[in-house]
């Protein structure tokens, strides 16, 4: 593996059949961002595993600590445009810090019982359904107070940007559908301890017929649920038309549409 590194920023090249690309910022002292790019999507450990390897050169001989992450994948469907070169984009922030200090043992859950459970997965799904509508009101202002938006790494005038042109481009909803609500409960993978939901859904506009992945809500103990990191994909109804129906189902399952 060839390496090339400053102080606060650096490249590194993978050497295999892909031509991933991970390159390294100092964020603060002991603390650094890797940005994994690649032509063509790889799994969310495939990515971790990729960015170890420089991890473990950065921190010369410190222990690499995973924290927070976002990722953003284009994939072209129904014989789309050919994909770019930065197709998939993997972001993770490391921490170097001696053996001694990393963390050990299981942590507990939150939630007190199935209840209290119920009760959660009840209040996401409607916060979920509210959001998605909010952004199909131009309510953005309303919409942005649901979102972490500095946990979901883009600023604020992107996000809204994005949100308004997806909209215009959309119409007016025909049908806000969450169909799947997971709860992870204090998990110990997670960067913070707290309670992660993630919320599966599957939309249909006038002119997006297809709209599906999912939203992952985080609340940190003691605190609210906030929006955390997004998924989502989508089909106008011009791309469907020229999608041969064989290929829908699998399409529908690259986008987490699940069904009713």
Same mark, same amino acid.
């Given at each position: 593996?060839?390496?090339?590194?400053?102080?606060?920023?650096?490249?590194?090249?993978?050497?295999?059949?892909?031509?991933?690309?991970?390159?390294?910022?100092?964020?603060?002292?002991?603390?650094?961002?890797?940005?994994?790019?690649?032509?063509?999507?790889? /799994?969310?450990?495939?990515?971790?595993?990729?960015?170890?390897?420089?991890?473990?050169?950065?921190?010369?001989?410190?222990?690499?600590?995973?924290?927070?992450?976002?990722?953003?994948?284009?994939?072209?469907?129904?014989?789309?445009?050919?994909?770019?070169?930065?197709?998939?984009?993997?972001?993770?922030?490391?921490?170097?810090?001696?053996?001694?200090?990393?963390? /050990?043992?299981?942590?507990?859950?939150?939630?007190?019982?199935?209840?209290?459970?119920?009760?959660?997965?009840?209040?996401?799904?409607?916060?979920?359904?509210?959001?998605?509508?909010?952004?199909?009101?131009?309510?953005?202002?309303?919409?942005?107070?649901?979102?972490?938006?500095?946990?979901?790494?883009?600023?604020?005038?992107?996000?809204? /940007?994005?949100?308004?042109?997806?909209?215009?481009?959309?119409?007016?909803?025909?049908?806000?559908?969450?169909?799947?609500?997971?709860?992870?409960?204090?998990?110990?993978?997670?960067?913070?301890?707290?309670?992660?939901?993630?919320?599966?859904?599957?939309?249909?506009?006038?002119?997006?017929?297809?709209?599906?992945?999912?939203?992952?809500?985080?609340?940190?103990?003691?605190?609210?649920?906030?929006?955390?990191?997004?998924?989502?994909?989508?089909?106008?109804?011009?791309?469907?038309?020229?999608?041969?129906?064989?290929?829908?189902?699998?399409?529908?399952?690259?986008?987490?549409?699940?069904?009713?």
């Amino acid at each position: 593996m060839n390496v090339f590194v400053t102080l606060l920023a650096g490249i590194f090249w993978i050497s295999s059949a892909s031509a991933a690309e991970v390159s390294v910022r100092q964020v603060q002292p002991g603390t650094y961002e890797f940005v994994l790019t690649n032509p063509t999507p790889l /799994s969310e450990s495939d990515a971790r595993a990729r960015i170890a390897e420089a991890a473990a050169s950065t921190c010369k001989g410190l222990t690499a600590v995973p924290g927070r992450w976002r990722y953003e994948s284009k994939e072209a469907i129904g014989g789309g445009d050919p994909l770019s070169r930065e197709t998939f984009r993997f972001v993770l922030e490391v921490s170097c810090v001696p053996g001694a200090q990393v963390q /050990s043992g299981a942590r507990r859950p939150t939630l007190q019982n199935e209840e209290e459970s119920r009760r959660i997965q009840n209040e996401v799904k409607l916060k979920s359904e509210a959001y998605f509508r909010l952004i199909a009101s131009k309510q953005i202002d309303e919409a942005l107070t649901q979102v972490a938006i500095a946990r979901m790494g883009v600023d604020e005038a992107r996000w809204k /940007s994005d949100k308004l042109s997806f909209q215009a481009m959309a119409g007016e909803p025909l049908e806000i559908s969450i169909r799947k609500i997971t709860v992870y409960d204090n998990p110990a993978a997670a960067p913070e301890p707290g309670l992660y939901v993630a919320a599966d859904y599957s939309n249909v506009y006038r002119d997006v017929p297809i709209h599906c992945g999912y939203l992952m809500w985080f609340r940190p103990v003691g605190g609210e649920f906030h929006i955390t990191r997004e998924e989502t994909g989508h089909v106008t109804s011009e791309q469907l038309r020229s999608i041969p129906s064989a290929q829908l189902p699998e399409i529908k399952r690259r986008l987490r549409c699940l069904a009713p």
